[in-house]
């Protein structure tokens, strides 16, 4: 059977310049998940293993950049029979609109998830417009004549 599958070729490039960067295990991503809920987004990314005091958030110029490092193993004397496990440095960037407040966003690590607060600012959110009545005092009266 065989299986069509139009990412391969990427997939292998990718792996073979990661190779050429030092070592085959590197991450490759860190996978996350994005939900808004009532007046804020939720992101959570997982680092299973990470070094809590690796992990960094900044925000600079609209863009939030998550980073943290993963540390290798000591290999002195041992025989690996699997080794797959990556190690090396993590990064995601994200664009962050102008309806987020910034100064606001919180992060926290804990059991190798990362969970990131990103408030939406006040002036982002949705609100009622009151719609004013016109006064009808002044009408206008038809003569005949």
């Given at each position: 059977?065989?299986?069509?599958?139009p990412f391969g070729d990427v997939d292998a490039s990718t792996r073979g310049l990661l190779?050429?960067?030092?070592?085959?295990?590197t991450p490759r991503f860190m996978p996350m998940d994005l939900c808004k809920?009532?007046?804020?987004?939720l992101l959570t990314a997982d680092l299973p293993g990470v070094d809590p005091g690796s992990v960094d958030a900044s925000v600079e110029n609209g863009?939030?950049?998550l980073s943290a490092e993963r540390t290798a193993r000591s290999e002195d004397g041992?025989?690996?029979?699997t080794n797959e496990r990556p190690f090396g440095s993590y990064r995601r960037q994200l664009s962050l609109g102008d309806g987020i407040d910034a100064a606001g966003i919180?992060?926290?690590y804990e059991n190798g998830v990362l969970s990131i607060t990103i408030p939406i600012a006040e002036i982002a959110k949705p609100r009622r417009v009151e719609i004013e009545?016109?006064?009808h005092q002044n009408s206008i009266e038809a003569s005949s004549g």
């Amino acid at each position: 059977m065989l299986r069509f599958d139009p990412f391969g070729d990427v997939d292998a490039s990718t792996r073979g310049l990661l190779q050429a960067a030092g070592s085959s295990r590197t991450p490759r991503f860190m996978p996350m998940d994005l939900c808004k809920l009532d007046g804020h987004y939720l992101l959570t990314a997982d680092l299973p293993g990470v070094d809590p005091g690796s992990v960094d958030a900044s925000v600079e110029n609209g863009v939030l950049t998550l980073s943290a490092e993963r540390t290798a193993r000591s290999e002195d004397g041992v025989q690996w029979l699997t080794n797959e496990r990556p190690f090396g440095s993590y990064r995601r960037q994200l664009s962050l609109g102008d309806g987020i407040d910034a100064a606001g966003i919180t992060a926290r690590y804990e059991n190798g998830v990362l969970s990131i607060t990103i408030p939406i600012a006040e002036i982002a959110k949705p609100r009622r417009v009151e719609i004013e009545q016109a006064d009808h005092q002044n009408s206008i009266e038809a003569s005949s004549g």
